[in-house]
């Protein structure tokens, strides 16, 4: 479901004047996504280009200056014809409103005119704002619809008190609440991967599979957005959201058509499945400060505590990992494991299906299959199947039948997920967007776990900046029924001190005592599933090892760089050692 670009057929459906409001137009949401979505749906001749964008704030502003803070993402091409349609006016009070209406109106002149509000504001904003579109804004001769960000409340409570407050003034047909997370390529593939491929229905269910992992990796701090984090932490920033939106469209049966309401119908019935979820089925972890990761986006990375806008002593995790049961003849008894996490080993999000062992084992101790979904970055879906090895003997091995969007969808350009929601909401396609009823599934899976969080603040295990996690997650997820894939950064955080382990591994890829490029490329290979890694990839690990940066890691630089990824907090000096010192030292830690 790649984009492609428009030939002006989708528009058409918008040839009545198209007016977006955006309210927090001088956010960051607006800078990094929301500009940049309408001037690419414009480019690509989804919307027209006389469509009316009001930017709003709270105070006075000029549109020029507005533009040169927020526009740093709007391709340059893009601003001669996206700039003209853009102003920016003040919506504070009832005159502001007012006076916002009269400006759409002008633009709209006789005829139908329609509207997009926006809704880029903290909830407790959104009664008011809705409560001035409807009074004020509302359109009498086309449609208003309202597209609203989340977080959507804190709790089941909160939620309820949310959803009144929008219903109040405009039917469920009129709201569209976004997660950005139904608008990525990968998710949207999810749907049409299980139910136009006859082969998957039949594996699609308890009897076939062994486990379901969802797991979302930053490897990124909070950036100074503590403060905002701290109020929700990692459950409600995306597990209770992007992540659960995931799972229901792996989980869900399948609808009677694709229309919003026998898919949301699908989505409802699956989420109430879902067991609630108590504290026995979570793990919680908090990132603490890093000195010295070569492998991490920077060398030296402060802890969670060290932002100055996170409260002194705050509990709030920023790990989870949840063991989600579902209730229904399909899922029956399969653990579902969502993970999330920031200041990890990487960044990645990613769908991993386990299936049953094949019982007879007719060619031995063979490993399972697995069919992985990558949603971001690397975009892929590929399958781990096993096969015969070229030659007379029969040697089965694991192989990947392999799908990467950069080969297979080579030059398409993906649409952001902002760029559909903007779209799909002017065009009244409310199948990408979350429906009231969904949310109050969603938050009655989460709330009684959020609770007792909240209320006995349990303390997170702590976890190093740049490591797969807090320490016994990887046994949770074992006896949840989950074995969980190593990756390469999680081999050299265990195995730094192990010099004879780390030889071996060295010497079996090693070209006349050297990594060269193709030798990492081979080791790599092992630990993304048989996949070959791409060259950033590649990059990352010579950032970590080659300390000289000729390309090449010697066994001097493979060890010491390996003793990097051990959570200490020595200095610089302790590296320069070699030989025995070095084995000695090692030694004085224990396992992490």
């Given amino acids: 479901m790649s984009e492609s670009k428009g030939d002006g057929k989708t528009s058409m459906a918008l040839k009545a004047p198209l007016t977006y409001v955006l309210f927090g137009a001088t956010g960051d949401l607006a800078r990094k996504k929301l500009f940049p979505a309408l001037g690419w749906l414009m480019e690509d001749g989804y919307i027209p280009k006389n469509t009316k964008i009001i930017g709003t704030g709270r105070r006075e502003a000029k549109v020029e200056d507005v533009l040169k803070k927020q526009g740093v993402k709007v391709p340059e091409n893009q601003k001669k014809f996206l700039y003209p349609q853009i102003s920016y006016m003040k919506a504070k009070d009832a005159e502001d409103f007012k006076a916002i209406d009269a400006a759409i109106r002008k633009y709209a002149g006789d005829g139908p005119d329609n509207r997009v509000f926006f809704f880029s504001l903290p909830p407790f904003a959104y009664a008011s704002v809705a409560e001035m579109v409807k009074k004020y804004c509302y359109s009498s001769t086309g ?74 990796k930053e490897d990124l701090n909070t950036k100074g957005r503590g403060g905002y984090f701290d109020k929700y932490g990692i459950i409600r920033d995306i597990i209770q959201n992007h992540l659960l939106q995931v799972l229901i469209f792996i989980g869900m049966e399948k609808p009677k058509d694709m229309s919003a309401e026998a898919t949301q119908e699908a989505k409802l019935n699956f ?76 960044r990645k999000c990613e769908v991993r299906i386990r299936f049953k062992a094949e019982e007879s084992r007719i060619f031995g101790q063979l490993g399972t299959n697995e069919l992985v979904i990558r949603i971001q970055p690397d975009e892929s879906i590929y399958f781990k199947i096993n096969v015969k090895e070229p030659g007379l003997d029969v040697a089965v091995s694991p192989q990947v039948l392999d799908l990467s969007y950069i080969r297979a969808f080579e030059g398409a350009r993906y649409g952001d997920a902002y760029e559909r929601m903007l779209l799909n909401c002017a065009l009244a396609k409310q199948s990408l967007f979350v429906g009231t009823q969904e949310l109050v599934e969603a938050w009655r899976i989460f709330t009684p776990l959020l609770h007792q969080i909240d209320e006995k603040k349990p303390q997170p295990i702590l976890y190093p900046f740049g490591t797969s996690g807090p320490q016994g997650y990887k046994k949770f997820a074992q006896n949840a029924g989950v ?88 200095t610089k000096r302790t590296i320069s050692m070699t030989g025995e010192d070095f084995d000695s030292f090692a030694g004085n830690f224990g396992e992490y």
């Fill in 143 to 216: 449609f208003t619809r309202c597209i609203l960000e989340k977080p959507f409340g804190r709790d089941s409570e909160s939620f309820e008190q949310l959803a009144k407050a929008t219903s109040a003034h405009f039917k469920e047909t009129e709201l569209y609440r976004i997660d950005h997370y139904l608008g990525k390529e990968v998710v949207l593939t999810l749907l049409p991967l299980r139910f136009s491929n006859q082969i998957f229905e039949p594996l699609w269910c308890n009897q076939m599979v062994q486990s379901v992992e969802i797991c979302w």
């Fill in 271 to 346: 989420l109430k499945a879902i067991k609630t979820v108590e504290m026995k089925d979570v793990i919680l972890g908090q990132f603490t400060r890093r000195k010295y990761c070569k492998h991490c986006v920077d060398p030296e990375n402060p802890g969670y505590l060290d932002d100055e806008t996170v409260p002194k002593g705050s509990k709030v995790p920023t790990y989870a990992m949840i063991k989600l049961e579902v209730d229904n003849d399909r899922w029956r008894g399969v653990p579902f494991l969502v993970s999330a996490g920031k200041a990890l080993d990487e």
């Fill in 483 to 570: 074995k969980l894939k190593e990756t390469w950064q999680e081999f050299f955080h265990m195995h730094a001190r192990e010099v004879h382990k780390l030889k071996a591994t060295f010497d079996k890829y090693a070209t006349d005592g050297v990594l060269l490029n193709k030798d990492i490329k081979a080791m790599m290979t092992n630990f993304y599933d048989g996949r070959s890694p791409t060259q950033k990839m590649i990059n990352q690990f010579l950032k970590a090892f080659d300390e000289n940066d000729d390309g090449d890691v010697t066994w001097e630089e493979f060890r010491k760089g390996a003793y990097l990824f051990m959570p200490w907090k020595a």
